[in-house]
């Protein structure tokens, strides 16, 4: 099988695609808990140091309680759990209540199984797709999470910077030294805007866990390639906040979350980073 799927790249592609799915659908449960287990855990810090221990409460985790419907609690079944197509079959509503389910569902399924079967194209059979598949998933989960909560969870962030540095043990994307002075300046670069922002206005101007997903980023693909990681992730960032600024009347004091753009230059720098790189280089060189 293994071999078949070394040989046929449309295989590989298309079962990449239909993991993606599959994975897409356990990413919005991620995305819906992990915030709410990261609240109950505070909580219960807060409570032991206050000394009043909250009582028991029923298991919340990724995988307990079962998936029901925010609006009548009717168990979600395996059928009406199928990525993409279940959503099309229900036409958008609780087979319980018709209460509308949420776009959102659908639209990570479908970009995870998309990105998915991109990578495994793009990077053929091998360590490189298996490996970007983790990465595409993991900035999946923090691009939606960080829009809802403006929380990047070191649950994610730190084993992905981890990760990276392990798999360029062997070179998978770049060298191991600049997988480690790329872990190393991305976090220092986003640290010292933060500090320079900082002292300059009194504010906070982004979370600490900006740093660590640019730390991470670097990780995996190197310092040659954050300088792009970041410009694109500025430009991207900054047309769409005055956008909400303009057309949304989004108040400039209102936050706007950053890691979205990070993990969209990371992807973009994972696919076509050096061939950008090089182009522009090239540009330059130009007399």
Request: net charge neutral.
């Amino acid at each position: 099988m293994l071999l078949f799927l070394q040989t046929s790249p449309i295989t590989f592609t298309v079962l990449a695609g239909i993991l993606g799915l599959l994975v897409g659908s356990f990413l919005n449960v991620v995305i819906h808990r992990l915030p709410k287990m990261m609240e109950r855990e505070w909580q219960a810090q807060c409570a032991d140091l206050n000394g009043k221990p909250l009582p028991e409460s029923a298991a919340y985790n990724l995988i307990i309680p079962r998936s029901a419907c925010p609006h009548c609690g009717h168990a979600i079944g395996a059928l009406e759990n199928v990525p993409v197509i279940s959503y099309l079959m229900l036409r958008g509503k609780c087979k319980g209540c018709g209460a509308p389910i949420s776009m959102r569902y659908p639209i990570v399924e479908a970009l995870t199984g998309l990105l998915s079967a991109y990578a495994a194209w793009h990077f053929g059979y091998g360590i490189a797709a298996v490996s970007a598949l983790i990465f595409i998933w993991a900035l999946i989960a923090l691009t939606f999470i960080d829009f809802d909560t403006q929380l990047l969870p070191d649950a994610i962030t730190l084993p992905l910077l981890w990760l990276g540095l392990l798999l360029n043990i062997d070179a998978t994307f770049t060298s191991l030294p600049h997988a480690v002075v790329g872990a190393t300046a991305g976090y220092l670069v986003l640290w010292s805007v933060y500090w320079l922002f900082k002292i300059v206005t009194g504010k906070d101007g982004m979370g600490f866990g900006d740093f660590k997903l640019l730390a991470a980023i670097g990780a995996w693909l190197g310092w040659t390639l954050l300088p792009l990681t970041i410009l694109l992730s500025s430009l991207v960032g900054a047309v769409v906040g005055i956008v909400l600024i303009v057309i949304s009347k989004h108040g400039r004091n209102i936050p706007i979350p950053f890691g979205p753009y990070l993990a969209g230059g990371g992807l973009i720098a994972l696919f076509w980073g050096q061939s950008l790189t090089q182009s522009y280089l090239q540009l330059l060189s130009v007399p």
